[in-house]
């Protein structure tokens, strides 16, 4: 999927956003975000905006990726879904790659 979000402490502060990057692009799944931001995202049509609060349990306050972050904060996600994209595919072979790298036959 293809996403933009602003992630702000639940004070109000703003912690991060996709503004400078553009849309941040994961698979679900694959653990390659927070998991309330995944668990946010899970059932959101494309073009859909979702605001999220996520405890401290299931961000990555835990694991100190963001210093700024303080223990256990409550974060607030607005989140936006701008595409659902397809996972990448071998046209040649029709396999798909799964969260690992392992081939998945399709």
């Keep these: 999927v293809q996403f933009n979000y602003e992630c702000r402490l639940n004070g109000g502060d703003r912690v991060a956003d996709s503004?400078?990057?553009?849309p941040y692009q994961y698979r679900l799944g694959c653990r390659e975000?927070?998991?309330?931001?995944?668990f946010g995202l899970m059932g959101m049509r494309a073009g859909g905006v979702r605001g999220?609060?996520?405890p401290p349990h299931l961000t990555y306050v835990d694991r100190q990726i963001n210093?700024?972050?303080?223990?256990?904060?409550?974060?607030?996600?607005?989140?936006?879904?701008?595409?659902?994209?397809?996972p990448p595919w071998d046209s040649g072979m029709r396999q798909r790659l799964d969260c690992s790298g392992i081939v998945i036959s399709g």
């Excluded at 904060?73 to 595409?83: F, K, M």
């Design 19 to 22: 503004s400078e990057y553009g």
């Design 52 to 54: 999220v609060r996520v």
């Design 67 to 86: 210093s700024e972050l303080p223990p256990n904060a409550v974060l607030r996600y607005t989140l936006e879904l701008v595409a659902i994209v397809q």
């Design 33 to 38: 975000s927070a998991p309330g931001v995944e």
